[in-house]
C-alpha cells in the first residue's frame, strides 16, 4: 500500500518561505509523475505542481516564480520550495501520485498572514 506523508507546513508572514516534503513508500517516486495540490477553504483541490518522471515540471500560474518542485529518487522524496509567499496561498497542501486517483497524502496546512 502506497503511503504518502507531507510535512513542513505552518504559519508564515506574507513575502516568507516554507519548503514542504512529501515522503512516499516504497518506489513510487521514481515510477511515477508526482504532484502538489492544495486546498483552500470553500474552494476545489487544484494543482500546483508537478514533475514527471524525466524531471519536466509545470506550475499553476499562480505559483510560476515563485513555487519549485523536485525530487529526490534516492530518498523516495518530493519536495515543494515555496518563496515569496503570499496571504492568497493559504491553504492545505496534498502530495499526489498523477494517474492515481487512490494515492493522495494527508496534507499539511500552510498560512499565511501577518
Known amino acids: 500500500q502506497v503511503q504518502l506523508v507531507e510535512s513542513g507546513g505552518g504559519l508564515v508572514q506574507p513575502g516568507g518561505s516554507l519548503r514542504l516534503s512529501c515522503a512516499a513508500s516504497?518506489?513510487?517516486?521514481?515510477?511515477?509523475?508526482m504532484g502538489w495540490y492544495r486546498q483552500a477553504p470553500g474552494e476545489q483541490r487544484e494543482l500546483v505542481a508537478a514533475?514527471?518522471?524525466?524531471?519536466?515540471?509545470n506550475y499553476a500560474d499562480s505559483v510560476k516564480g515563485r513555487f519549485t518542485i523536485s525530487r529526490d529518487n534516492a530518498k523516495n522524496a518530493v519536495y515543494l520550495q515555496m518563496d515569496s509567499l503570499k496571504p492568497e496561498d493559504t491553504a492545505v497542501y496534498y502530495c499526489?501520485?498523477?494517474?492515481?486517483?487512490?494515492?493522495w497524502g494527508q496534507g499539511t496546512q500552510v498560512t499565511v498572514s501577518s
Open positions: 499526489h501520485v498523477l494517474g492515481e486517483p487512490k494515492y
Open positions: 516504497g518506489n513510487i517516486v521514481r515510477l511515477y509523475a
Open positions: 514533475i514527471t518522471k524525466g524531471g519536466s515540471t
